[in-house]
């Protein structure tokens, strides 16, 4: 199974402000998932989004997924410091991770 | 995740000394697995395992060995311990085709 890429890897905004991250990937899947670390923590599981679905939403999270890009995007809207973490995507249950993206939401 | 119970929390050592890091779970997943996480890098998979007969090198296994005890328990052991061993350790489970479940780690650290 492949890893996810994150991009940016790094984001910083205010808090009330839309955070929005991107995962790119390189061959077909089943399935995408984020996951988010806080600092020194494990990684949690957020959401997970199927092939045959465009768009997913739980809470203040929005994912979408466009298969023919390859790519999904996490949308976290009116942030808050508590979304202050790193952000990673996974596809297929893969045993593998990218580097993530580290959002940084300050007050 | 609470399911999953990592010991130590933390640990300081020596070079040279041989460290058991411990893995345990209540959630009932066959599957379980290592990774290492050094600043900015992502997770590496050390070892994994699928049930308690089955034992796979993960990119880095060199350095590291693991025995699965029980299905509820996964241990890692660095038999010589080296200082670019130092690193945040975590163990995570899950069940077939499902999201994985992490401890909340060991941080390590090798003088």
């Known amino acids: 199974s492949q890893q996810g890429e994150e991009d940016p890897q790094a984001l910083s905004i205010q808090e009330g402000e839309n955070a929005t991250m991107n995962c790119s990937y390189k061959?077909?899947?089943?399935?995408l998932q984020w996951y988010r670390q806080n600092s020194g923590r494990g990684l949690v599981h957020l959401i997970l989004i199927r092939s045959n679905e465009r768009e997913k939403h739980s809470g203040r999270l929005r994912v979408t997924l466009d298969t023919s890009k390859k790519s999904s995007s996490l949308l976290i809207t009116a942030s808050r410091a508590a979304d202050t973490a790193s952000y990673f995507c996974a596809t297929d249950f893969t045993l593998t991770f990218g580097k993530g993206t580290m959002l940084l939401v300050s007050p | 995740d609470a399911d999953v119970t990592q010991t130590p929390r933390n640990r300081i050592t020596k070079t040279g000394k041989r460290i058991m890091l411990e893995c345990s779970q209540t959630k009932g997943h066959d599957r379980m697995y290592w990774y290492r996480q050094d600043p900015g890098l992502g997770l590496r998979l050390i070892y994994y395992?699928?049930?308690?007969?089955?034992?796979n090198k993960g990119e880095i296994s060199d350095g590291y060995s693991v025995s699965r005890q029980a299905q509820a328990k996964f241990s890692l052991s660095l038999e010589s311990a080296i200082p670019n061993q130092t690193a945040l350790y975590f163990c995570?489970?899950?069940?077939?085709?499902?999201?994985?479940?992490f401890g909340d780690g060991t941080r390590l650290s090798i003088l």
């Open positions: 395992s699928f049930d308690v007969k089955d034992i």
């Open positions: 061959t077909s899947i089943n399935n």
């Open positions: 995570a489970t899950s069940g077939l085709n499902q999201p994985q479940h």
